[in-house]
């Protein structure tokens, strides 16, 4: 079963526009939540992330929001340039394990 | 620093053969694991240690080995490869389990 879910495979938008990209979690107890993102051919490089004590975290054009009792958070990308197109993984810490957990990913586009 | 580097980038292999993908980091990580990418199933951690000669299983163990003799080096062996065992590989490291995971570029394995 998956405990870290982007149920959005793919996202396109318009060059300007906001970008949201979207992550389920099953464990109440996870505590630490983290995005990366991938280019083609390389490894993942870590974007920003939100500890379950905040609901909002933002660096530049980059927010994530955390709603714990819907256990669901949001990355939002505003304005979107064309090198944010990129594969997207929302993450999450297992507090007992330390290991971090993946969803699946969701292709973004922003088109010029 | 190099960071964390992995080889071969790519490897073509037949069923039954065997191989280690390579994998090295040079910022005095304790914590270092294996993930794979597969289409639609995100990251998946196969194994991970948290200091040299501490290795353990992730989600998808089966059919792989580690070992950590030293900080740097986190091999990864295949002792008999599979065609379900086609994938991106990415190594990643980190100060602890906790914190902000860093990756290499990954190693395209194709197992015919």
């Known amino acids: 079963d998956q405990q870290v879910k982007q149920n959005s495979p793919s996202l396109s938008v318009q060059e300007g526009r906001i970008s949201i990209l979207n992550c389920d979690y099953t464990?109440?107890?996870?505590?630490?939540f983290l995005w990366y993102k991938k280019y083609p051919a390389e490894g993942p490089t870590f974007l920003i992330s939100?500890?379950?004590?905040?609901d909002k975290n933002e660096d530049g054009r980059f927010t994530v929001f955390l709603n714990k009792s819907a256990k669901h958070l949001s990355l939002h990308i505003v304005p979107s340039q064309p090198g944010d197109s990129a594969v997207y993984f929302c993450?999450?810490?297992?507090?007992?394990?330390?290991?971090?957990?993946f969803g699946q990913g969701t292709t973004l586009q922003v088109k010029p | 620093n190099a960071g964390v580097t992995q080889t071969p980038k790519f490897q073509v292999l037949k069923t039954g053969q065997s191989m280690t993908l390579q994998c090295a980091q040079d910022?005095?990580?304790?914590?270092m694991s294996w993930y794979r990418q597969d289409p639609g199933m995100g990251l998946r951690l196969i194994h991970y240690?948290?200091?040299?000669?501490?290795?353990d299983q992730g989600e998808v163990p089966n059919g792989y080995n580690v070992s950590r003799s030293t900080t740097e080096d986190f091999p990864l062996r295949l002792l008999s490869a599979a065609p379900s065992q086609t994938s991106v590989y990415f190594c990643?490291?980190?100060?602890?389990?906790?914190?902000?995971?860093?990756f290499g570029p990954g190693t395209r394995l194709l197992v015919l």
């Open positions: 240690s948290v200091g040299a000669g501490i290795t």
């Open positions: 990643a490291s980190s100060r602890d389990g906790t914190e902000t995971q860093y």
């Open positions: 910022m005095n990580h304790e914590y």
């Open positions: 939100i500890s379950s004590i905040k």
């Open positions: 464990n109440s107890m996870f505590d630490y």
């Open positions: 993450a999450a810490s297992d507090p007992n394990t330390g290991k971090l957990i």
